[in-house]
């Protein structure tokens, strides 16, 4: 019950047999000579209502003739075992009450243009689908924090406002702080660096922001990202851990969320499969594949969207693609000391064309050769100090990745845009609302 005396649609199959009153929503109505059905939402389940018309008084009868999509009700009624109602219970109504009227909803149970369901995202929330995938994307965001609270990661909170770029200068959102320029984060995993020495193994998880002009539909501006770091841990034991923290990612939906990917009619059989070991595939044999099926792709340049799908429309799991150029990637990955060209990298790969869902990386640790990177880089040096520090007073080997946590939910949902994986998105042309 809560604290008004409200009982929870989700608690109902402790009331068989007795009244209660719920309050919610109304999603739908249907009004026959004798008898009413309406299915009230309240945030933790729908319920069906009936109202037999010789069994409540005028008035309620008049009110549930006259009540309209999403306007909020007080129902009170009999909580009646029923197999055929939603969530197989159902509430004979004794009395209902409109708390709050709603006229002209716009979103109505018919077709509607991405635009305008973007328009009124505020209120396109409310719909079945979009409660669905929203449901998984929180189970997801709480199975992460319990994966790593499991393994003895520390929760590291890192800045939103920094003076140091993490990836490409071209996609930095950039603003006034008090008379010098400071970025919106693109990463956290600098600041994560910081903490391993205190803490071994850390993480930290938030938004992260990039100024990227792609409207594709792997693309947001603004998107929540978790970066796992661990000392003494080379890009093999990196790959082990993604592996594995993805599987149980996937898992914990699976257990959890199954109801949700049944209303989205996700097929679970492929999710079903993934555990480690994940197929792996060096970058120099990626692009021989693809230049095998006739793409143009060069040695040297990063793997675009296409050929990421090329490449893991081919496995039922996730595919590690690693050791790509290190002018493809950031000037923090480690250099390969078996092939100077390339850098201890990997991106892991979605099946069924989600593309990348990681990308990870070996730090360099030798300090000179990070000075270099940077000059190469053409990054201020000066904004660097602190990092370069972490290599000047006792360096190690380390590793970590960013996992995106909205191309991860879409794929464990089997939905086709970003767009929809997030509560309120940001887009190339979307601040609103």
Known sequence: MSARGYAEVRSLSHHVGEEVTVAGWLESVRVHAKVSFCVVRDGTGVVQCVLPRNEVDEEAWETAVELTQESSLEVTGRVKEDARAPGGYELVV????VLGPSHDYPVQPKEHGVDFLMDHRHLWLRSTSQRAVLKVRSEVTQAIHD???????????????????????????????????????QTGQLYVEAACPAFRKVYCFGPTFRAEKSKTRRHLTEFWMVEPEVAFADSDDNMRLQEAFVSYLVERALDRCSEE?????????????????????????????????????????????????????????????????KEAK?????????????????????????????????????????????????????????????????????????????????????????????PFPRLMNRLHP
């Open 147 to 185: 994966y790593f609270h499991r393994e003895g990661f520390t929760r590291i909170d890192t800045p939103i406002l920094t003076g140091a770029i993490g990836e490409s200068a071209g996609t930095l959102f950039s603003t006034d702080y008090f008379g010098e320029t400071a970025y919106l984060a």
């Open 330 to 422: 950031a000037f923090y990955m480690k250099e390969n000391p078996e092939d100077p060209r390339t850098v201890r990298c990997n991106d892991l790969l979605a099946p069924e064309g989600y593309g990348e869902i990681i990308g990870g990386s070996q730090r360099e640790d030798d300090v000179q050769k990070l000075e270099a990177r940077i000059r190469e880089e053409g990054l201020p040096e000066e904004a660097y100090g602190w990092y370069l520090d972490l290599r000047r007073y006792g360096t190690f080997v380390h590793s970590g990745f960013g996992l995106g946590v909205e191309r991860t939910v879409a794929w464990i949902t089997g939905r086709p845009h970003v767009r929809e994986l997030i």
């Open 94 to 97: 004794r009395d209902l009450r």
């Open 261 to 325: 990917l049944k209303i989205l009619e996700r097929d679970t059989s492929r999710l079903e499969s993934v555990r480690p070991p994940f197929p792996r595939m060096s970058y120099s044999d990626a692009v021989e594949r693809l230049q095998g099926q006739g793409s143009e792709m060069e040695w040297g340049k990063d793997l675009g969207g296409a050929d990421e799908t090329t490449l893991a429309q081919e496995h039922d799991l996730p595919l590690f693609v690693h050791d790509y150029p």
